[in-house]
Every structure is written in C-alpha cells, then in structure tokens.
C-alpha cells in the first residue's frame, strides 16, 4: 500500500526526546510520505531530531489539540489529492514503541481488503456520557484516536471530508474526545464503512473498557500490541483504584524490561522530564521495602566498589552513642564525615568513634541553619566526589509533648536508611541495580499531630520552595501544590550525588540561613528540604521512599488502622453512601467540606443516596444532558 502519516507532536517545551526517534524510525520504514504536525513550540534540536524523518514538519499554535493537528495535515495535504494514497495514516505522540515492527501489524492488516479503518486497540462501550458532549449520549465502543487508518475508500468520501469541515474547534481534553475519538468508529460505520483493530481485545470486555491502560502487558505478551500509551506511567491513580489494585504499569514496566528490546531509559527519559514526581511514584510503587537481616540481591559486579560517604551532623551529646550506633552500619569502605558545633562534642564523638575502621573526617561548624546548613554548607565538595551518599543527623522534635512523639520520628528517619549492615548494603545495590534513582529517604511521619500533616506537606512552604528552585534554574519540573513533594521530610536520606548537583555546586554559606531561634514551618530550610526531590527531577533522576521490611509491618498497620477507623465515621454518615469507592468518597468530601453547603446540595445528594442503583445512573444521565442543553444556550 502506498502510504502517508500524519504524525501529531506535543511537548510543553518543544523537546523531542529519544522514544519519538525510535518510534519514528520504525514506522517510517513502513510509510511512503511523512508529515509531522507539532503544536506549539519546537527547539531547534527537537526540528532537527524530526527531520530526520522528513522534511514536512509543520509547527502550529496549540490549540485544537491532536484533532485540529489531524485536520491541518489534511488540508496541507490537500483533499484533491488524498486519492494518491492508499492510506491516511493519524498517530499522536501519546504512544510508546514499537514492542514489535510495525511491519509485522501492516502486514496483517494489509491482508483484511475488505475494512476501511482501522486501529490498533479500541476502547470498549461505556454506558454514559460523563461530560455531557457527545453525541449519543454514552461513549460507543470506538478505534482509540492515538492511531488510526483510512483507506482510499472512505479517504475519498464525502463524508470523510465533511467530518473535517465541519469539525467544531477543540478547547479541552474532553471536547478532543467527545466531538472526535469517541464518535469516530460509530459515525462511520453507521454510514456504511467496515472498520477493524489490530488488537482484538473483546474478551477483556468484562473486565475493562479500556485494555491499553488496565491491561498494557497482557495485550502486548498475549496480543502482540506493538504500542504502549505513555499515560501510563503518569495517569492520575484514582483512575485505576476505581476498577483494580493499581498493578498494570508495574507489570507493563516489568515485562518491557526482561522479556523485549525496548529500552526503558527513553521512558524514564521523557517522564522525568515532563511529569509531576508523586504521580509517577503512585503509579510505578515506587516504595521499596528492603529485608534488615538478609540480603536481596548479590551485587552486580563484585570487582567494583562504589565510592560512598556518609554525611552525620550531631548536635545532641546524648545521642552520640545512637548516632554512632546507627554509623556502624556501615560497609567499612564508606567514608564517614560528621559535624559538629562545639570543641567539646567533637572530643567526645572522636572518642567514640574511633572504634570504627572507616574513615572519619570531623568538622566543627556553626550553629546556624541546622541540618540543612550541616548538609549544604562544610561538605558539599566532598559529597560530590562520591557515587552514593546519605546524610543523617541526630533529632529532637522538642515542640511536641510527650517527647515520644519527636522520638519516634527520629527512630523512623534513622531506621529506615540505617537500620543494619544488610539494610544497607540493599540499599546501596538498590542504586546499583536502578540508575535513574536519584533520592531515597524514610516515608512521611504519619503518627500523633503528624497525622494532620498527611496530604498537607507543603504547609506554608510552597512559594519559598518555587522561589528557591527559580534561583537554581529550575522553572519546567511539574510543581503541583496539590500533589505532595517526595522529600525527606525529617532530612535524612541516601542520595546519588550527581542528583542534586545544582544544589551541591551553589556556594553556600552559613549567612544563607537564618539565625536561632527559627520558625517551624515557612523558612528557607523547609524550602530546601522540599526542593531535594524536584532538584534530582531536574536532573533526570527519580526519588522514592524506603523501609526496612520489620518496620513496613509498623507503616501498614497504621495505614490500615488509620484508614479503617476514618471510613467508620465518614460512612456512618448517609449523605457520603452515595458511591463506596475511595475517589467518590473524596469527591463528595471535596462537595460537603470544601464548598459552600447549601440546602439544595444537601438534599440532592441525600435523595440520590437513598435510590436503588438501578434508579441513580438514568438521574445521572438525565443531570449530564441538562447540563450539556444549558452549555448551549
């Protein structure tokens, strides 16, 4: 078949990384004419990676989405000329590979001379319109719009042309879907046209609408899909938790890396870059619950051995014996560098330290900035000399009372990076074992007046942390004040130095800091200890959080607790029983706490709780099409 593409291409940055070229490679070796179609911006670098495909590469204002992309590249084309092809060809950029050749799908497909469209993987009839836009009034089974083929036939049509002009301008995600992908199949093939997928994935019906999303892995092992959405390793997580457990990206990340050719760098490459990093730790789990008393795995190469330092501010005489305690953890090839304030201390951390056959470098500093200063101010040269490193300091949280409080979060900082010999040497082969993994540090504190932290990590320390990262030249990492910074929160973490670079290499001084007494929240060290993780971003490096495996029995067991014992009182409450999911639970809290309560509100929401359900979804449904009539007129 003779062959043209449209290629649509968006980067909020106009970069066009590594898994573009691969994809572009491949699928050209299948097209006689390449014409790529970029919204907004393009760097030069990035025309230049593109044209090496073809010289057709049109950069556009964004806007229209991936539709009006499409509808340009048509009219470049020119509709007097379609007939010369075969086939249209209109991908986007929102899919990943190919797992297989593409030629191994055309071939397939070119075998079907009966069908006039076709897709790779379809999305599965969904009994509502949740926007209120389309057409129908749900959402038709339908040929998903990331990749879809017209054939001379319905290319030539009137009708095919008519979808085009009289295409409405698309201003949102849900318009792309509703006026284009979700109509698309059931317009045309009412109108005559046979249509088809390369994927057929009806026996999955049952358990989704949506394959590529909830079952990317089984339709690639089982299917040979060659294509990925790149979504998934971004997707909002509530959108998983309403129909499973949360696993298909892991399973689709696991299969790519030992059982294809893909490399899975370029993933990492682009969604580092582009994507907020709690979203991307949602999704891949990226929580590592590590054994303290037997090793994971051996070491990668055992001729090498990395170069570590261990970075310990101690400022408590008391807890120097702790301190020192947790240091022997150690390997005795990792060097040791502790801080102190005063001549005295320091006599008393060498006497105890010595018994340790590291070595050790002790400094005295001043007492201005705290931890932070301890980190950032006398060894920031040294750290940089290093492959991993960890940066520990002894804890008090005196503004709590009992001080079991503040006790315990030092023991969940300390345990969980420094908990024994074997733990650590997990972690440092963890490292080993991911070389995109830039932070590592303890989970968030979750106990006593902690608790109301959980959700709420920024507390007032969002704008200084902005405006702290600016001066570092860190402007385009997704910074979310409603998505919780991976930090280490307590400072304590193990770290890839080359990670935090652009805060390493600042010279620091103590007058950076402000001086004692400090406020507890809303200062340049809170600022700091939230930029770690979008400073790793920056650099290509992703952060995650880890425990010991005896003190993941502790985490889960207050999770769980805490959780349950929530839902007793939120469920107890009629007017929250509409729905039992988790997302529909928050929505409604995000109804009843967050907004204004009105009477109106109130009723109908507890009328619609007290319907069966076979009564709530034609409510539902009549509500989506008076809000659609009343957003025409």
Known sequence: MKRVAIYFFYDKNGIVDKYVNYFLEDLKKNLDRLIIVCNGKLTSKGREELEKFTNEVIVRENKGFDVWAYKEGLEYIGWDNLDKYDELLMINFTIMGPIYPFKEMFDKMDSKKEIDFWGIT??????????????????????QSHFIAVRKKMLVSYEFKKHWENMKMINTYFESVSFHEAIFTKKFSDKGFVSDVYVNSDDLKEFTDHPIIDYPMEIIRDKRCPIFKR??????????????????????????????????????????????????????????????????????????????????????????????????????????????????????????????????????????????????????????????????????????????????????????????????????????????????????????????????????????????????????????????????????????PIALKKILSKEWKYEDFPKEPNNIDGTLLHAIERAYPFVAQDAGYYSANVMNDEYTKIELTNLNFMLSELNKVLYSNSLLKVHGMHYFLVRNLQEYVGKKLTFIRLLRTYVISKLPEFMRKPLIKMRNKVMKHAKKN
């Open 231 to 496: 979504r998934s390793f971004f997707n909002t997580y509530d959108d998983y938790l309403t129909r499973n457990i949360g696993r298909s990206t892991i399973k689709l990340l696991d299969y790519i890396e030992k059982n294809t050719d893909y490399n899975s760098d370029m993933i990492w490459e682009n969604i580092l870059r582009v994507q907020n990093m709690y979203d991307i730790k949602n999704i891949l789990h990226l929580n590592y619950s590590l054994p303290k008393n037997y090793t994971v795995n051996d070491k990668l190469n055992e001729n090498i051995v990395p170069k570590i330092g261990l970075f310990f501010h101690i400022y408590f005489e008391d807890l120097i014996e702790e301190c020192y305690y947790y240091s022997s953890n150690m390997p005795e090839y990792v060097d040791i560098y502790i801080t102190t304030d005063k001549k005295e201390k320091k006599e008393k951390i060498e006497k105890v330290f010595s018994k340790l056959k590291n070595k050790i470098d002790i400094k005295i500093i001043e007492n201005r900035g705290r931890d932070v200063s301890a980190f950032l101010v006398p060894n920031r040269e040294e750290i940089l000399k290093y492959d991993y490193a960890c940066f520990a300091h002894d804890k008090k949280t005196k503004q709590l009372k009992p001080e079991s409080k503040g006790e315990d979060f030092k023991y969940k900082c300390l345990e969980n990076i420094l908990g024994s010999k074997i733990f650590v040497e997990n972690i440092i082969n963890l490292f080993e074992r991911n070389p995109r993994l830039g932070l590592l540090s303890p989970p968030l504190p979750n106990h006593a007046d902690f608790y109301a932290n959980l959700g709420r990590e920024w507390g007032e320390n969002y704008d200084e942390t902005v405006k702290f990262l600016k001066k570092l030249n860190i402007v385009d990492i997704d910074i979310d004040k409603n998505k919780t910074a991976i930090a280490p929160y307590g400072t304590m973490f193990w770290f890839r």
């Open 122 to 143: 379809k999305f599965h009839k969904f009994p509502l319109d949740p926007w209120g836009l389309i057409t129908y009034g749900y959402i038709p089974e339908h040929i």
